[in-house]
DNA sequence: TTGACACATGACACTATTATCATATGATGA
DNA sequence: TCATCATATGATAATAGTGTCATGTGTCAA
């Protein structure tokens, strides 16, 4: 525990905030949450992700591009195929926690 | 565990899907971020929300406008003011939680 | 009842996001 | 080298989201 100065103080809630704000801006779309929780089961290549999503190739990729200049995900390359998986377990761990309690909340 | 056809899987990762879409588009805009953050720690109205935000009446009164519509809020009114608080502990577990984390990422 | 206070709502201009089309790049095998 | 496969990227039109101004509504105190 630090003890932080008030701009220290503003500081620090002023970026947690805003790496939030981008953190669930991220997953707020569609497409790019489709393919979060897919990785969620491990590694897949783009065409994998086009078909069990059911997104377009350019749609996937474009996608994966925004998670990428995140830092969310981790790019293996292989032969002709690119091969994405979660950057860590803090990602998986997030999602399915919201996932869970937002199915027990009654909505 | 109930076993599904394929079409009601479809229907329950598709509306999945789309729950926690919606849940983290509400939670994707700054102002209304800050606003859920502020009543992890309670009860607020209005004017007091405004404060710690620092946003405009205007402005808090349409995100909590927007979370209402989302059920993610409980209203109670006292005389000339309005006291909102989030609707179950999951809101604050689940931000909570994503905030814990994304501290722990080296990002 | 009137004025002031606390909050809500509608309309709007501005900006951002979305998905798509067209095309580029980079690796592999013939 | 060339064709092809796998993926990436740029441009763009359509749509959605943002915050603000102006104004409306309900409550209380005088």
Redesign the pocket.
Known sequence: MTLLSYDEFIMETSTALDGLTSFY?LL?????LAIVLELRSGEA??????HRTG????????????L?NADILR?R????????QLADEHITTIVGYALEHLGEREV
């Open positions: 801006k707020s779309n569609r497409s790019r290549n783009v065409a994998e992700l086009c997104l377009s190739q350019t749609l996937v990729s474009h996608q994966l591009a925004a990428r790019v390359r292989a032969g002709k195929h690119t091969y994405y």
